[in-house]
């Protein structure tokens, strides 16, 4: 049966979807591929603000607030026990917001909150938790079209080329997994349990820029409420009129980033003539110089 969901695309489709525990608990766990215990969310924000022409005569500003979700899970260990991560997730629908991940992994580096206590040798001592990073790309990456990749860190001996098993607190505190999902490259892909429920972000199912259609059957009923909660997100008008402004303010980013190229073309053009120009200067010189 085919059903039609609100496009988690954008923000605010996704902050709602990954609102609700259960389901942000089965969508993540089946990413990194370990069990959930807990997960504490920790939503960041930043508000961006356009105007936004109401007549000929007025402007209004339109708020669109951009989200980076931040959770602290607890997961359980195969050989029994737990351990405590940060799970940072943000979407990207342009290459370029490479520095506004590094900058926001910077943050989380530093900030005393992503820290706990543990007991060694009877006393307690303010350890890092480890960072797990999920990355939503909009865009293709340069070379590579694996719809999900996992970026997973590997300890080796340079002696003698063997991979070490052991973990480190002071290793596993400076470095971190990644997950890389490009959601271009989903489209058809239903390859695994993990691409069939990633299928809810390709876009080739679009009825139009804020409404997918899909087919309910291509979930089992395990990642039904994943569906049904985007589905109610279609006839909820706050989310609707978000995604309106979503839309203006990215068609602006667009412009900006067109404008930008446009202008790094023309300097480079410019600095081509100036370039020959310089060398002219020289050539005559060099034959003034012999008269």
Known sequence: MNM???????????????DDNKIAKLVISKIIGEEIESLDFQPKENVVEI???ATDSEKFKASFTV???DFAAKIKLSGGGFKQVLIEIQKAKFPTDIMRFRKYLGQQ????????????????RKSALPIV???FLGHHLDFETAPIIKVNRNYIDLATGEQ???????IESLSHDSYVIQIPELKGKRRNELERILSIFDQSQKESNHILNINESDFPEEYRDIIRKLQRACS???IQNTMDVEDEIIAELEDKERRIEDMKDSLTQMGKVISEKDKLIEELKRRLGEK
């Open 133 to 135: 990073s999920i990355y």
């Open 4 to 18: 039609k969901i609100a496009n988690p695309i954008y923000d605010v489709v996704f902050k709602y979807l990954m």
């Open 236 to 238: 909820d008008e706050d």
């Open 67 to 69: 989200y980076r979700l």
């Open 109 to 124: 580096y530093y900030s005393d909150k992503n820290t706990t206590i543990r007991n060694i040798n009877g006393k307690g």
């Open 164 to 170: 070490l098993k052991n973990k480190e607190e002071f």
């Open 51 to 53: 105007e936004r022409p």
